[in-house]
């Protein structure tokens, strides 16, 4: 009796490339350095709008998930009218619901998260330990699927509780950030004094944000900062009114803000009394103050990948690792271009570390594009969602499974793609992202080694699935055509099929093949010793009115995309 063949894995189906739009924004910032006066009335100031800010949240979060015009913003706002001024009091309604927002698709997301994982442990429930059924792998041992089950039960009880706050449309919000507070309770692990953590605490919880306004003075009328000197002033509270040095109950810093970078684009907005919000950000770990600018930006639809593709424009793919980037350079018809390419990527450190060592390789991939000629990026739309929420049910177990998870949560890949979005926008490049499926598996088994064939340096399986990802992005599929010959000319005899072919000649008039070292018929010209086929006539050919005849296509190796 023969093997029984087992089904045939079907592969799901591929999103569609799409064009990141460009950001819609932007936001710069400048260090202020403000002496004792100045960093007293600035966190009374804080301290007391962000009490205030907090009622207002609390107030916000009691409605629950209602409608915008249920919200009762007007009613708050003129509450918080009375103890600030109508400026900082819209301001402060504005944040408040946009962290409420924010908090419900949290809630959402994370209701999302658990089911993900209940259905992972689940399934693998299902199956007695030690077996199989299909694709999904029963526990070890009874040790490990009882320790699975109480899992499950946490993960259940957790949901339940998310589905309880969905419903009632109360998310728990922290001011100040969740993990901090979790910092006081373990001070020593956390490498924190008693008062550090305090310093931490009250500065993160400071409000000190002014929205922008058209037609106000340089585009902010609560906090304002003159382009032709540089001086900042910002408008008092109303009980803190006999602070002020300037006149309207306003309060003048004794030092300046610039904004070096991107200083252009602020002057044109504020020399114009376009709408610029500010945000003064107290930084109590390296104890200084910083001064942040933002507004919005009116950006034009980027092209879509078939306009690409079919102007002929060169691409750029990447494939994110947890080390590095390989990227591979494209021409329209989805060939490689020139040797793979390597940016190395090290992501150790504290965040800014990290944050800045990203830009140093995002920089680099621009440099390639920019050298290359090439009219945008290609990269993988990836999340890891699915990755993180079902853990280790999905990705391996014990050390060897521990180390693979570490990293893949190690990726940056939500903030890879937004570096790249805003920094590939200000150098002028496009961005195209597609669906990460496959790649890896069909660049290597297709791509890895005609790479290796064309260069001397290492070719990766990595620089493989950026051919992949480069391809699917200009819409051409992943492997290439059937019986594409090899790239050495000596070696390859057949033709790559789907090629385009010499156009077909009337029945009866086909000249028979000819071969090296056939003579040419007829009497045009003189018949000598060294006429054979050549591709190229010399000069002396040239000359004597020699007739140049065309290599056979069948002796010559065939370069496919």
């Not at 699975?148 to 449309?169: D, F, M, P, T, Y």
């Not at 998870?405 to 200000?426: D, K, N, Q, S, Y």
């Amino acid at each position: 009796m023969g093997r029984r063949r087992e089904k045939k894995r079907e592969l799901r189906s591929l999103a569609a490339p799409f064009t990141i739009a460009a950001p819609s924004g932007a936001r710069i910032r400048d260090r202020l350095r403000l002496n004792a006066a100045d960093e007293r009335v600035l966190t009374l100031v804080g301290e007391h709008l962000g009490g205030h800010q907090r009622s207002d949240l609390t107030a916000r979060v009691t409605l629950g998930n209602v409608s915008r015009k249920d919200t009762e913003r007007a009613a708050r706002k003129r509450q918080l009218t009375a103890v600030s001024s109508s400026r900082w009091a819209g301001a402060m309604t504005r944040s408040s619901e946009d962290q409420y927002q924010l908090s419900v698709r949290c809630l959402y997301d994370e209701r999302a998260g658990l089911r993900r994982a209940i259905h992972a442990i689940g399934e693998r429930l299902a199956v007695p330990c030690g077996r199989r059924k299909g694709r999904t792998r029963g526990y070890a041992d009874q040790d490990e699927r009882f320790q699975k089950q109480r899992r499950k039960q946490v993960l259940a009880s957790r949901l339940a509780v998310v589905e309880e706050r969905i419903a009632a449309g109360r998310p728990a919000i922290v001011v100040g950030g969740r993990r901090l507070a979790g910092k006081r309770h373990r001070l020593a692990d956390a490498q924190l004094t008693e008062r550090e953590w305090r310093q931490r605490w009250d500065a993160a919880r400071l409000f000190l944000t002014a929205d922008g306004e058209s037609g106000a003075p340089h585009g902010n009328y609560t906090i304002t900062i003159d382009p032709h000197d540089g001086s900042v002033t910002l408008v008092l509270p109303e009980p803190l009114r006999h602070l002020a040095n300037a006149p309207r109950g306003r309060y003048r810093l004794a030092c300046t803000a610039g904004f070096h970078h991107r200083r252009e684009e602020w002057l044109d907005r504020v020399s114009a009394h376009r709408a610029v919000r500010y945000d003064i950000v107290p930084d109590a770990t390296r104890d200084r103050w910083y001064l942040d600018a933002s507004w919005s930006a009116y950006t034009t639809p980027p092209p879509a990948p078939d306009e690409i593709r079919q102007r002929g424009e060169r691409l750029l793919a990447v494939d994110l690792n947890a080390d590095h980037l390989a990227a591979v350079v494209l021409d329209g018809h989805g060939n490689p271009i020139g040797a793979p390419h390597t940016v190395p990527l090290e992501l150790t450190g504290p965040g800014t570390t990290r944050d800045g060592r990203l830009r140093t390789a995002i920089t680099g991939l621009l440099g390639i594009a920019k050298r290359q000629g090439c009219a945008g990026l290609v990269i993988e739309n990836l999340g890891f969602a699915d990755a993180r929420a079902t853990e280790r049910e999905t990705m391996g177990r014990g050390r060897r499974g521990k180390q693979f998870r570490r990293t893949v949560a190690g990726i940056p890949t939500a903030r890879f793609r937004e570096r790249l979005r805003g920094m590939a926008c200000h150098a002028g490049l496009v961005v195209i992202a597609v669906d990460p499926a496959y790649t890896s598996i069909w660049g290597g088994r297709y791509w890895q080694r005609p790479l290796q064939q064309q260069t001397k340096t290492t070719v990766t399986r990595h620089h493989g699935a950026a051919m992949a990802i480069g391809r699917r992005g200009l819409g051409h599929r992943v492997r290439r055509r059937p019986g594409v010959t090899a790239p050495d000319q000596r070696i390859g005899q057949r033709r790559a099929t789907g090629q385009t072919g010499p156009l077909p000649r009337p029945r009866g008039t086909t000249s028979p093949p000819r071969t090296t070292g056939t003579p040419p018929e007829g009497g045009k010209t003189r018949l000598r010793r060294g006429d054979q086929l050549v591709l190229l006539p010399g000069p002396q050919d040239r000359s004597e009115g020699h007739r140049t005849t065309y290599p056979d296509y069948g002796e010559l190796a065939n370069f496919d995309q």
